[in-house]
């Protein structure tokens, strides 16, 4: 399985909804998520799937 999982933050600009969230990938570096943070959610989300 294969998925994306986006969190959706209150004031989040219509252009950045369904699709257009992608855009953000292309944020500058020091508003992107660090790759070892990124790894330490996808554990935890994981851990929480395995749970269920």
Same mark, same amino acid.
């Given at each position: 399985?294969? !998925?994306?999982?986006?969190? *959706? +933050?209150? +004031?989040? +600009?219509?252009?950045? *909804? &369904?699709? &257009?969230?992608?855009?953000? !990938?292309? =944020? +500058?570096?020091?508003e992107q998520v660090? =790759? =070892?943070?990124?790894?330490?959610? =996808?554990?935890?989300? &994981? !851990?929480? !799937?395995?749970?269920?």
């Amino acid at each position: 399985m294969h !998925l994306h999982v986006i969190p *959706r +933050p209150e +004031p989040l +600009p219509p252009h950045h *909804r &369904g699709p &257009g969230v992608f855009a953000l !990938l292309r =944020a +500058p570096e020091q508003e992107q998520v660090t =790759a =070892a943070r990124a790894d330490t959610l =996808a554990r935890a989300l &994981g !851990l929480e !799937l395995d749970s269920r």
